[in-house]
């Protein structure tokens, strides 16, 4: 069975500061990994998305992760977080093919970021 | 506008008694899904149905039923047997069988949240 560690509860920053959010993962085979956020009263939604090809990837509002398969990691990174940025953030895997396991969405306990103005 | 829509928003109920979440897609997605999600615990997937008339248990199904009857719609039944069921409630869907790479990202709706007296 697959498993998603993200190693920080709520992390605090002040605005313009660096971002950077640890993600491991637990699983045998081929993934895909994907960062989800949810901001205060808004649903669920995709932030960004590995599954080939360029291990660095990009999402939206200027957030990237990095896949180091070596490390079983894929941190999410901001270079500078602003105070919109506040929001709860979850890493989760699934498994790389086309079958049973791709429906299987493991996500991590989840990392709540503060941005102070 | 294309999208989940999840009723009710906010639901009571009495010790022993069954309640069931509506959840429907106008997104054409094959496959839908039930996560619920606690403080601190991250999303744990409920069900999640890969086709019409078609489900599968995910990792916490014990005390929770659901049916696929039409393509649009995914119920939930909490029942009775769920010993700890005060928790918000999230369904989703996603293309299904045809993501490359069974990347299925997920759509989710608002959540219901449930809280039982």
């Known amino acids: 069975a697959q498993s998603v560690s993200q190693h920080n509860h709520h992390v605090i920053l002040s605005e313009a500061a660096s971002l950077e959010l640890g993600c491991n993962y637990s699983?045998?085979?081929?993934?895909?990994l994907f960062w989800y956020v949810q901001y205060p009263g808004q649903h669920l939604q995709l932030l960004l998305k590995y599954f080939s090809g360029d291990p660095l990837v990009k999402g939206i509002k200027g957030f990237e992760a990095e896949f180091i398969k070596s490390k079983f990691s894929f941190n999410l990174r901001k270079p500078s977080v602003q105070w919109s940025d506040t929001a709860e953030y979850f890493c989760?895997?699934?498994?790389?093919?086309?079958?049973?396991?791709?429906?299987?969405?493991?996500f991590g306990k989840g990392t709540k970021l503060s941005v102070i103005p | 506008d294309g999208g989940i829509t999840q009723s009710p928003k906010y639901l009571f109920r009495k010790e022993g008694q069954n309640v069931t979440l509506s959840c429907e897609q106008n997104l054409n997605h094959d496959a839908m899904y039930w996560y619920r999600q606690d403080p601190g615990q991250g999303l744990r997937l409920i069900y999640y149905s890969q086709i019409v008339n078609d489900f599968q248990k995910g990792d916490i199904a014990e005390g929770y039923s659901v049916s696929r009857e039409k393509k649009e719609s995914f119920p939930l039944t909490v029942t009775s047997a769920q010993k700890n069921p005060t928790a918000f409630y999230l369904c989703a869907s996603s293309i299904g069988r045809t993501a490359p790479s069974g990347a299925n990202v997920l759509t989710f709706g608002a959540g219901s949240r449930l809280t039982v007296l």
């Open positions: 699983y045998g085979g081929t993934v895909n």
């Open positions: 989760a895997v699934n498994a790389g093919y086309s079958g049973a396991g791709s429906y299987q969405l493991t």
